[in-house]
């Protein structure tokens, strides 16, 4: 007879990461998003948007943690209903650049102290100082685990400067692209 594996689910990380996330996921949705009907993964799209500016499809992937396949459709969406519009680069056809209209410019203003008080809520028995202790830990477990690429991008949007350089990096990079801009992909 085998003995049941000695495993507890509550107190496993990525359990309790993925539980807090969709508690708040759900949450939001139905308080601010639902009815206006925008998913998560739209809102998150426009928020990046509404923050960054202008971009080009493949960069507002990396930003907003879409999958680049997916995005392509949430941005047809976003567009027929009046949240963005899109326009071919005058360079290269196969660029993209989306950019937010006033009418999500509203919704992002309008549903963003939703957000903030859903996570006031969700810290509410939490000290400053602990607040500022976890979204440092997330930042560089998130840096330990995802693409280079993505976290470039999203360091950048938020100026913080979570990828620790290395040397091959640095002198890959430098070649590549100047260091302000967002990488690139085909």
């Known amino acids: ?9 509550a107190e496993y990380l990525p359990y309790l990461i993925n539980r807090v996330g969709m508690a708040m ?3 939001f949705s139905d308080d601010a998003l639902a009815h206006r009907g925008v998913t998560i993964s739209m809102w998150r799209v426009l928020t990046v948007l509404a923050h960054v500016g202008p971009q080009r499809q493949i ?3 990396d930003l907003s943690g879409v999958d680049a396949s997916t995005l392509s459709r949430i941005i047809t969406r976003l567009e027929r209903m009046g949240f963005v519009t899109r326009e071919r680069s005058t360079t290269s056809n196969r660029e993209v650049t989306v950019r937010v209209t006033p009418k999500a410019q509203r919704l992002v203003q309008e549903t963003l ?3 903030d ?4 809520t969700a810290v509410s028995n939490m000290t400053a100082r602990e607040v500022e202790t976890l979204k440092r830990l997330l930042r560089r477990m998130y840096a330990s ?4 690429r993505n976290v470039s991008a999203v360091s950048q949007m938020l100026n913080l400067d979570l ?3 290395r040397r091959s990096d640095k002198a890959r990079n430098a070649r590549r692209r100047p260091k302000a801009e967002h990488p690139s992909r085909s």
Not at 1 to 9: S, W
């Open 163 to 165: 990828v620790p350089s």
């Open 117 to 120: 008080e859903l996570v006031r």
């Open 113 to 115: 102290p939703v957000a």
């Open 25 to 27: 996921i759900v949450r």
């Open 145 to 148: 685990l995802a693409d280079r």
């Open 59 to 61: 960069d507002v992937a």
């Open 1 to 9: 007879m085998t003995q049941p594996m000695k495993f507890d689910l």
